[in-house]
């Protein structure tokens, strides 16, 4: 790879340990990709939860964050993605002291960096919105694929240790997505059906991720009716790069890269209603007993806050359900404001802020409270989850509260 | 004289040792019991398997970021791949590698999933780009 002078000091620790590891990492995956060289960002963004971390992790981000502080101070904005535990409710989750404790060992270290503590896989709702063209190192699925699509910014997936060392180093190996011509459709997608709700759209992504199969693959998605605005397009990248490991997706209309050069070369594969039933059914379980229902997976928006509160309607919870939301701090304390928080949370339900309950000690949390079957509208979580020992179903929103309120799979 | 396969310059240190195949894809996070060592998600071709010391050959990465902390802390704990070699990864599982010091290569000539059985010893050789099976 080629270096400036700046970074071959780096690379000789002229700019302190932290710096010196950052960069010797970044050149280690950088030749892996044939990178040419290493390209500036303008924000990272880094996954760092504990139940991932494990105590390795934790001891290595301590290593790192005792160095002086000119060598360890990040060089670009850098936000978190959401944590392993949310301090004001992890008790009644079934969550542990030793859980709390190692997350404060976390975030002691993330804030010696100068990381600002976002907490949230919505930063690009909520936080900072990417703007096009702009190189990024962000660290979750979710966020890559909205900011490279939605926004036409660049970013590959920059895990927790790559997105620590992009903040460090202000800059990323140049490969993949940062490049014009990975960005380019090698699928074509026709749909012959409008996805209904969020749930829908996030059907929707997992069929074509999961068709797509691999980070490498770009779809190309034709037949949008009308654009379908933040939340579905979150729910539909979300599980899309869940199913799939996509980065970038065009969709006609919608996404302002989407390009028709390459539409001829591509065959086209047609998504009809059968095929997004049929998604929804293998996840099937009607009147099955429900243990536990989560909104998350991504972050819920305001709005989704506000659809949530209105479809609870104040009914109660039922008494062998949990129901969990997870939102960020952001979004948490704007409906704390607006009274959403109190108004969701007097049906039984507990309001999370700062999780995203996959990446929250979810075998954990299942153990302690018996949970097996799950219920929720993203379809990033019913693929995750099942790795975890639950029996995910995906349903709308609406459909998620009653069963709810019933104890029972509607 | 051992078979030679040939791959892109890959991740990690040389090590020798058992192949466990499935064309099936791998995610830290989504398909494993971390705690256990085996393969956890029910739908993975290897679930109920035993990863641990093992070469895992597979075709895709998938899934989540996570991966790029996990296999670090699974070395940690000695519950780990020996190594991964898939026919395409994506940059989460190469930072991961790349963190934790595992053995990783990708992009072969042909399928190596099918290029591969499990049971066949294997010696890697990331930095030269080759993967021989020993047994044949």
New interface residues.
Partial sequence: MRLTDEEQAMLAGAAGEPRRWAIQ?QI??G???DAADLVPVSQAHI???T???????IR?LESLAAAPETERRVRVPTLT?PRGLDFQTYKRLGQTDAMAVLETCAIDALKAFGVLMTDTCINYQTILPPTHGEHLAM???GVVIYSNSVFGARS???????ALAAALTGRTPR??YHLDERRRATRRFQLEVQPRDLSEWGALGGIIGREC????EVPLIEGVDEPPGSDALKHFGAAM??Y??T?LFLMSGVTPDADHRDRRRLAGHTISRADLDAFVAAYGAAGDKVDVVVFAAPHLSLVEMAALADALGGRKVHSDTTLLVATSPEIKHAADRMGLTRRIEDTGAVVAAGICF??SYA?EMAEANGWKRLVTNSAKLV??I????YRPTLLSLERCVESAITGRVV | MPTVLKC????GPNVTGMALVARD?FSA?????RKAGIF????HALAGQSYAGRILVLD???????????L??M???GIVPLALVLN?????L???A??GGVTMVDRFEGDVTDLIRTGDELRIDPAAGTVEILNR
Avoid at chain 1, 156 to 162: A, D, I, K, L, T
Avoid at chain 2, 29 to 33: A, E, G, I, K, V
């Fill in positions: 990492h280690a995956v030749e892996f990709f996954m760092a939860d139940e991932s971390l494990g105590e390795a992790g290595f993605d660290g979750d699925t590959n997936f920059e895990g927790g240790p790559s490969y993949g199969g691999s980070y490498w790069a869940s799939g490991s980065a996959y990446q075998g693929n995750i099942g790795g975890y020992g | 892109h310059p890959g991740i894809n996070r989504y398909d494993l019991d956890s998600r029910p739908t895709q990465a998938k899934g989540g970021v996570a991966t790029a902390w996990m670090h802390e070395k940690s704990r395409r990864v994506n940059p989460i190469a930072q991961g790349a963190f």
